[in-house]
């Protein structure tokens, strides 16, 4: 169970996250903290994160941009990560997460939808193949109680679309008193406040005679909650730093395969001469029957090069007996065999166009103290050379995070 602390607890999106919590049965809530208080609470209040009594494990902030400060102050001093899923927040208060992101793992989502997120994805395709030929407008609805107008999804958005439009962009909020025609490059951006509405944003491609239009609608708040949950239980994970929904997005699914194998790793130090001698080894190796695997090489200024490689612990019997011979015949060659090994390889095509994979997997062997003994890599897998005792943790904790039967 994931101890959580709800920051702005007495508001409507604290209000829901609570409840979302609860009915999971993944988290429980450890914690509130509202200013105001909240007397219909199950769990206690707190004035600031700081003053939270009881342990917990993450927290999530829905509270406002001018109490940023002290819930990351708070974290920092508890050591907890923490979810900033407030919306209306400035670049004073991004320099004020990427601070904190320095000594506590920090995500932080404009909108913790996961359609809005796919929405920023087409939009940044077709703005690269509309966006010199077509107009661009954002138009955004919310609830009128909403305070911070354009909303920080719409912002996000925008700063998408500039990411690929060839031309230079210029934001046009609104077009009161704009008098003049529309200039290249603009990208016209409009906030609707009115009844209850949840959410909508609209991202408008018009061009000659044609008019595509990208949208998201949110109906209930309950889907803000599910993404926070769904982020809490991925930065709880990880290891210091800054993290964005894009990152878990990422990493979902993008590893589909695990595979573990007995190995042993034979590594010579200090080789001297050229290429030459490291194909001799190679050729060795081969000749006893012997295949290699996750070959790696690095020169030194001192005219020297060292040479690693992994083979199935079958061999490693074998790949002694060689190892002997080979330093008979060259006194000076120094060579080590490591057993006892295990080889295990991160699978996925997923990882072929997505990042995040190597940053889970090395999270995950700093968080167990593993120190591989090599590591290759390809556009669509990880091999890793570990203790054949640190197999088990390790691959428990990859299963977990990419939800891996």
Same mark, same amino acid.
């Given at each position: 169970?994931?101890?959580?602390?709800?920051?702005?607890?007495?508001?409507?999106?604290?209000?829901?996250?609570?409840?979302?919590?609860?009915?999971?049965?993944? $988290?429980?809530?450890?914690?509130?903290?509202?200013?105001?208080?909240?007397?219909?609470?199950? /769990?206690?209040?707190?004035?600031? !994160?700081?003053?939270?009594?009881?342990?917990?494990? =993450?927290?999530?902030?829905?509270? !406002?941009?001018?109490?940023?400060?002290?819930?990351?102050?708070?974290?920092? %001093?508890?050591? *907890?990560?923490?979810? +900033?899923?407030?919306?209306?927040?400035?670049?004073?208060?991004?320099?004020?997460?990427?601070?904190?992101?320095?000594?506590?793992?920090?995500?932080?989502?404009?909108?913790? #939808? *996961?359609?809005?997120?796919?929405?920023? #994805?087409?939009?940044?395709?077709?703005?690269? =193949?509309?966006?010199?030929?077509?107009?661009?407008?954002?138009?955004?609805?919310?609830?009128?109680?909403?305070?911070?107008?354009?909303?920080?999804?719409?912002? !996000?958005?925008?700063?998408?679309?500039?990411?690929?439009?060839?031309?230079?962009?210029?934001?046009?909020?609104?077009?009161?008193?704009?008098?003049?025609?529309?200039?290249?490059?603009?990208?016209?951006?409009?906030?609707?406040?009115?009844?209850?509405?949840?959410?909508?944003?609209? +991202?408008?491609?018009?061009?000659?005679?044609?008019?595509?239009?990208?949208?998201?609608?949110?109906?209930?708040?309950?889907?803000? @909650?599910?993404?926070?949950?769904?982020?809490?239980? /991925?930065?709880?994970?990880?290891?210091?730093?800054? /993290?964005?929904?894009?990152?878990?997005?990422?990493?979902?699914?993008?590893?589909?395969?695990?595979?573990?194998?007995?190995? @042993?790793? =034979?590594?010579?130090?200090?080789?001297?001469?050229?290429?030459?001698?490291?194909?001799?080894?190679?050729?060795?190796?081969?000749?006893?029957?012997?295949?290699?695997?996750?070959?790696?090489?690095?020169?030194?200024?001192?005219? $020297?090069?060292?040479?690693? $490689?992994?083979?199935?612990?079958?061999?490693?019997?074998?790949?002694?007996? +060689?190892?002997?011979?080979?330093? %008979?015949?060259?006194?000076? *060659?120094?060579?080590?065999?490591?057993?006892?090994?295990?080889?295990?390889?991160?699978?996925?095509?997923?990882?072929?166009?997505?990042?995040?994979?190597?940053?889970? !997997?090395?999270?995950?062997?700093?968080?167990?103290?593993?120190?591989?003994? @090599?590591?290759?890599?390809?556009?669509?897998?990880?091999?890793?050379?570990?203790?054949?005792?640190?197999?088990?943790?390790?691959?428990?904790?990859?299963?977990?995070? /990419?939800?891996?039967?």
């Amino acid at each position: 169970m994931v101890r959580l602390i709800i920051n702005g607890c007495g508001g409507k999106m604290g209000k829901v996250l609570a409840e979302a919590a609860v009915r999971s049965g993944r $988290f429980v809530v450890a914690a509130g903290v509202d200013p105001a208080g909240d007397a219909d609470a199950e /769990y206690p209040v707190y004035a600031s !994160v700081s003053a939270v009594r009881e342990a917990a494990d =993450v927290i999530i902030d829905f509270s !406002v941009p001018e109490a940023l400060e002290g819930t990351l102050a708070g974290a920092r %001093e508890k050591k *907890l990560p923490v979810v +900033v899923a407030t919306t209306g927040l400035s670049e004073t208060h991004l320099q004020l997460m990427e601070g904190a992101a320095q000594h506590i793992a920090v995500f932080q989502a404009a909108n913790m #939808s *996961l359609g809005i997120n796919l929405l920023k #994805s087409l939009a940044r395709q077709a703005a690269s =193949v509309l966006g010199s030929t077509f107009d661009i407008e954002i138009i955004e609805k919310h609830h009128r109680t909403k305070r911070d107008a354009p909303s920080g999804t719409a912002l !996000v958005l925008a700063e998408t679309l500039k990411s690929v439009v060839e031309h230079p962009v210029e934001y046009v909020f609104g077009r009161k008193d704009a008098n003049r025609l529309r200039r290249i490059g603009e990208i016209g951006i409009h906030a609707v406040r009115a009844g209850n509405i949840v959410g909508e944003h609209d +991202v408008l491609f018009a061009g000659e005679d044609e008019v595509v239009t990208l949208q998201h609608t949110a109906y209930a708040k309950g889907l803000f @909650a599910s993404g926070a949950l769904k982020a809490a239980e /991925y930065i709880v994970r990880k290891p210091t730093g800054f /993290y964005l929904m894009e990152h878990m997005i990422a990493e979902s699914g993008t590893v589909m395969d695990l595979n573990t194998s007995d190995a @042993a790793l =034979v590594s010579f130090k200090r080789i001297p001469g050229s290429i030459g001698n490291s194909h001799h080894i190679c050729e060795v190796f081969s000749q006893a029957g012997i295949s290699i695997d996750m070959i790696s090489q690095t020169n030194t200024d001192e005219g $020297f090069h060292s040479l690693s $490689f992994s083979i199935d612990s079958k061999d490693a019997k074998t790949a002694g007996k +060689v190892l002997k011979e080979l330093q %008979e015949q060259e006194n000076t *060659l120094s060579g080590t065999l490591f057993t006892d090994l295990c080889k295990l390889t991160v699978d996925g095509i997923g990882m072929e166009t997505q990042s995040g994979a190597a940053l889970t !997997v090395f999270g995950i062997l700093d968080a167990l103290q593993v120190e591989p003994k @090599a590591v290759s890599t390809a556009e669509k897998q990880i091999s890793l050379l570990i203790g054949s005792d640190h197999r088990e943790p390790v691959i428990n904790q990859l299963k977990e995070h /990419y939800n891996l039967p």
